[in-house]
Nanobody
Framework: QVHLVESGGGLVQPGGSLRLSCAAS????????IGWFRQAPGKEREGVSC????????EIADSVVGRFTISRDNAKNTVYLQMNSLKPEDTAVYYC?????????????????WGQGTPVTVSS
């Protein structure tokens, strides 16, 4: 059974940075593509970024390109989302998910297993 745990969320001022972590266990982590999604209050869950298991290639949503970076450390069974130049509109609960497809658009339908989420609030 796939088990994912997000951490690293919190309150940050506009322009600040956070690094989210997604720790995986109970499955062969290196064979799965991992995605980051976010869901703001009253809005649908949207794909932010994903990283492939096969070659480490990445996809990034237009709304965060140039500010967010995804990376993975297979030895630690962990995927990271580095978030810089944060804006109030980045406020959301951030989820990581495991799946078999990392492509654009980054869609929830391609990811079957989900973590519980970590909240990010960008506010002064």
């Amino acid at each position: 059974q796939v088990h994912l745990v997000e951490s690293g969320g919190g309150l940050v001022q506009p322009g600040g940075s956070l690094r989210l972590s997604c720790a995986a266990s109970r499955f062969t982590f290196e064979y799965y593509d991992i995605g980051w999604f976010r869901q703001a209050p009253g809005k649908e869950r949207e794909g932010v970024s994903c990283i492939s298991s096969s070659d480490g290639s990445t996809e990034i949503a237009d709304s965060v390109v140039g500010r967010f970076t995804i990376s993975r450390d297979n030895a630690k069974n962990t995927v990271y989302l580095q978030m810089n130049s944060l804006k109030p509109e980045d406020t959301a609960v951030y989820y990581c998910a495991a799946g078999l497809v990392c492509s654009v658009p980054i869609t929830t339908a391609d990811f079957a297993s989900w973590g519980q989420g970590t909240p990010v609030t960008v506010s002064s």
